[in-house]
């Protein structure tokens, strides 16, 4: 690759309406994406934080990108950049309003800044320090993004530095979902001036030994259409190898080679050229349950990642439409980049402009920690303990493809 720039877990949870609930003036104005900023001018209330403001955040650059983010979940609403034609073009999927993200309305990790730990931990079982903690398990068994409050469903304090720039921060409490240590985050969200690339750096202490493993999760669909599938984009991921899963989706603690299987995107490839097979162990549970949930939802290793430290200056995965030319470009400092095809996607969730989300409307591409790493020693570690600083940095760089 050529180098370029860089509903039971929310019981006793109301939402209270409320408009300008931060005091801060807000543009009605709407955005390049068509939301209107009041559509997020609310409080959420939970059991956890107790009453917080949400609101919608624009940043802008000179170059034609926008980004709309809510402090809720720390969540990536829109991303408008130019298409090959100048035609601004919403390539991340999401709802118009604050209160569709509420998990009462919807179960939905669109746009999240994920955490405590994003992807999986096996059983909900964390080692650490010679002990073995029992976690929430929402997923197959599993801890998936957290457990069952994750950061996606919780309230960020937000500042806005300039119109390029959002701090958000958080601070989760000792025993949240059981893992331990008061860990405080901030994440990052900036625009270049001189190019369309969001870099998004996340920072983080703890109080305890602990886990601490964040990731962004938007879905994206470079087509500009998210009524069809991202199947016919093309893409390539700088990775020799992957993490195998098993039908639960969890990693099987074995790193293979990509060579000769459905998980070789070293050259590049339509995105939906391989489905079939992708992931046979789960594609036979879920025919005999009459789904379909063909597609990705794997940890590639990335070939960026050596001797302990990893490489941001250079593309890890690269993924271009041929329908609008949008080339997405993705940089990490990470180990491992999830890729997930939105397999389980199906028609019932109502996002922007009343589109109802087909299978595999979008894809995500998910810098992080291997999922289940701390049960693999053997893995690059995501242990965090007192006076160490985490630090994670993906940029998502927008072009178009040449």
Known sequence: ???????????????????????????????????????????????????????????KNDKGMEVCITNFGGRIVSIVVPDKEGKPTDVVLGFPTAAEYFPENNQSD??????????????????INGDTVRLARNNYGHCLHGGLHGWMYQVYDATQE????????????????????????????????????????????????????????????????????????I?????????????????????????????????????????????????????????????????????TYKDGKGDWTQVCATVYSPVTGIQLNVYTNEPGIQFYTGNFQNGTVIGKGGVAYPKNAAFCLETQKYPNAPQNPHWPSSHLNPGEQYQSVCIYEFTIHE
């Open 110 to 127: 669109f746009g999240s800044s994920v955490g405590r730990y994003a992807n999986r931990i096996k059983d909900g079982l964390l080692p």
């Open 162 to 233: 300039d119109d390029r720039t959002l701090l958000l921060s958080l601070t989760a409490p000792d025993g949240e979902n059981n893992f331990p240590g008061e860990v405080k985050v901030t994440v990052r969200m900036q625009l270049a001036e001189d190019s369309n690339a969001l870099t998004i750096t996340y920072s983080g202490q703890t109080d305890k030994p602990t886990v601490l493993n964040m990731t962004n999760h938007s879905y994206f669909n470079l087509n500009g259409d998210p009524t069809k599938p991202i199947t016919n984009c």
């Open 235 to 303: 893409a390539q991921i700088n990775a020799d190898n992957f993490t195998p899963t098993d039908n639960t989706y969890m990693t099987t603690g074995e790193i293979l080679p990509v060579a000769g299987t459905p998980f070789d995107f070293t050259q590049p490839k339509a995105i939906g050229k391989d489905f079939t097979g992708a992931n046979p162990a789960r594609e036979l549970v879920a025919i005999e349950n009459g789904e379909d949930h063909t597609g990705y939802d794997h940890n590639w290793v990335l070939n």
């Open 1 to 59: 690759m050529k180098k370029t720039l860089k509903s039971m877990l929310f019981a006793c949870t109301t939402v209270v309406a409320m408009n300008a609930c931060t005091g801060q003036k807000t543009s009605r104005e709407l955005t390049a994406s068509g939301l209107n900023p009041a559509d997020f001018d609310t409080t959420y209330v939970d059991s956890i934080q107790g009453e917080k403001p949400v609101r919608l955040f624009t940043l």
